[in-house]
Nanobody, 121 residues
């Protein structure tokens, strides 16, 4: 069983900051990457930022320069520091991890339940 548990969402005024955290737990052999996705009402889920086991990062153009993803792979934890938040950032944010449960399994994607981020203008 693999679980991803997010925390840190909430309500913030435009221009403010929030920090999201996600802990991956369970039977895990190797984490290939961890990341954050978001889904706003009426829109498809979209990638926000991803960090690989090697520390490489990728960001959606809309958050570059404002959001920073980091990870403590030893603790199976990923963070998303969100600064200069805008109303357009309002969404449910989901933690994702691509990982192997055992060395014999193919990698698979696992998801958290999501945490609401609301930015008031």
């Amino acid at each position: 069983q693999v679980q991803l548990v997010e925390s840190g969402g909430g309500l913030v005024q435009a221009g403010g900051s929030l920090r999201l955290s996600c802990v991956v737990s369970g039977s895990i052999s190797r984490i290939n990457s961890m990341g954050w996705y978001r889904q706003a009402p009426g829109r498809q889920r979209e990638v926000v930022a991803i960090i690989t086991n090697g520390g490489n990062t990728n960001y959606a153009n809309s958050v570059k320069g404002r959001f920073t993803i980091s990870a403590d792979m030893g603790r199976n934890t990923v963070y998303l520091q969100m600064n200069s938040l805008q109303a357009e950032d309002t969404a449910v944010y989901y933690c994702n991890s691509n990982l192997r449960r055992t060395m014999w399994n193919l990698p698979n994607d696992y998801w958290g339940q999501g945490t609401q981020v609301t930015v008031s203008s």
